[in-house]
């Protein structure tokens, strides 16, 4: 017969042993929890250098092909000496190797495909301005046609814009 102190006894023990495997269950779960936050605190550093450095890449971009349509809006044909047409092939050319800098130092953070795509577009670009300057007229229509394509598989990448809601124009031009 067990008596009330063998009783005791294997209640504490009983305790004992729950109190340990809780323990033991917490401590696991706040490091698993743990290893969790910190991943995701990398995941949202990573997302904010991904997000630059697409708004720095789309922003050098936006400059580069700027540039391109001043060369392409000279109005005179090629053959013609056009004292303008210099100083801005040359800035055209300047942001094109920004750009190709740009590209190659976040190429990670892009990832491949929206490297490829870019870089493809910017070679687009690039036919585009040398047939306009050759006047190759089918040969600049070709070129438009594959860097507009591009331009939609580089605006897929973009994540979309809020759309902007009608303005009360009473409320605003009304003052």
């Given amino acids: 017969m067990e008596t009330l102190r063998d009783k005791i006894l294997l209640i504490l023990i ?5 109190a340990l495997v809780a323990t033991l269950f917490g401590f696991i779960l706040a490091r698993g929890l743990e290893r969790y936050r910190r991943r995701q605190l990398v995941v949202g550093e990573l997302a904010k250098l991904q997000a630059t450095a697409l708004i ?13 349509n001043a060369v392409l809006r000279l109005d005179k044909p090629p053959d013609i000496q056009n004292p303008e047409r210099e100083p801005i092939l ?34 687009e670009q690039t036919k ?8 190759d007229k089918d040969a600049l229509r070709a070129a438009w046609k594959a860097a507009n394509d591009l331009r939609h598989q580089m605006a897929e990448f973009l994540p979309p814009l809020e759309r902007v809601r009608k303005l009360d124009r009473r409320r605003w031009f009304s003052r």
């Fill in 14 to 18: 009983d305790k004992g042993l729950l």
């Fill in 56 to 68: 720095e890449t789309v922003a050098l971009f936006t400059e580069y092909e700027a540039k391109i």
């Fill in 90 to 123: 040359r800035k055209a050319i300047e942001v094109e190797e920004r750009l190709r800098n740009l590209l190659d130092k976040n190429k990670f953070l892009l990832g491949d495909l929206y490297y490829g795509v870019i870089s493809l577009y910017a070679e």
């Fill in 128 to 135: 585009r301005m040398l047939h306009a300057l050759a006047g």
